[in-house]
T-cell receptor, first 111, second 115 residues
Framework: QKEVEQDPGPLSVPEGAIVSLNCTYSNSAFQYFMWYRQYSRKGPELLMY????GNKEDGRFTAQVDKSSKYISLFIRDSQPSDSATYLCASYSGGYQKVTFGTGTKLQVIP | EAGVVQSPRYKIIEKKQPVAFWCNPI?????LYWYRQNLGQGPELLIR????????DSQLPKDRFSAERLKGVDSTLKIQPAELGDSAVYLC?????????????FGPGTRLTVT
């Protein structure tokens, strides 16, 4: 079992829809939870990070972490065609000083 | 502020040939990482440097892979000899270092094809 699990998709939504991307993790030692966006043939781009449980909002993006259920979510409001990319969730443990990535979910926003 | 720079962007070589990748991290970032990303997978750590010191190279296949970070800035990752299974995207990332290892910034990657 991978430490961070993510549905690979692809996920297709119409422009303007609310997108929900989800991950689960197994290591209770994870403290920070990140979301990266990766366009085709580009490197991953850090979107947001969250410490422990709770919500964090940045524009149209909201990250949510529920440590009790080991569940990580990213919500995208008013989705745009430019949001079409692969979204990678990742988790970090200060003890191991290592980031563990999910496999990524490919999102397509259709105009 | 300039991001992480990598070169070359693409490389095609025959198996058993050597290849090298170069990375220049974000200015002031003490920590540098090399990752390998296979198609449809997330990045997997190969090696982490804190300044000049390789502090985690447990996932680096040392029989054929080597890395260096002279003067604690630029880094080079080498494969010799390359095998067909080495075809992947090699990503370099940097972070401000302790305690912000969770905050990593990636370069565009080098797409390696071994034929």
């Amino acid at each position: 079992q991978k430490e961070v699990e993510q549905d690979p998709g692809p996920l297709s939504v119409p422009e303007g829809a609310i997108v929900s991307l989800n991950c689960t993790y197994s290591n209770s030692a994870f403290q920070y939870f990140m979301w990266y966006r990766q366009y085709s043939r580009k490197g991953p781009e850090l979107l947001m990070y969250t410490y422990s449980s709770g919500n964090k909002e940045d524009g149209r993006f909201t990250a949510q972490v529920d440590k009790s259920s080991k569940y990580i979510s990213l919500f995208i409001r008013d989705s745009q065609p430019s949001d079409s990319a692969t979204y990678l969730c990742a988790s970090y443990s200060g003890g191991y000083q290592k980031v563990t990535f999910g496999t990524g979910t490919k999102l397509q926003v259709i105009p | 502020e300039a991001g992480v720079v990598q070169s070359p962007r693409y490389k095609i070589i025959e198996k058993k040939q050597p290849v090298a990748f170069w990375c220049n991290p974000i200015s002031g970032h003490n920590t540098l990482y090399w990752y390998r990303q296979n198609l449809g997978q997330g990045p997997e750590l190969l090696i982490r440097y804190e300044n000049e010191e390789a502090v985690d190279d447990s996932q680096l296949p040392k029989d054929r892979f080597s890395a260096e970070r002279l003067k604690g800035v630029d880094s080079t990752l080498k494969i010799q000899p390359a095998e067909l299974g080495d075809s992947a995207v090699y990503l370099c990332a940097s972070s401000p270092g302790t305690p912000r290892h969770y905050e990593q910034y990636f370069g565009p990657g080098t797409r390696l094809t071994v034929t």
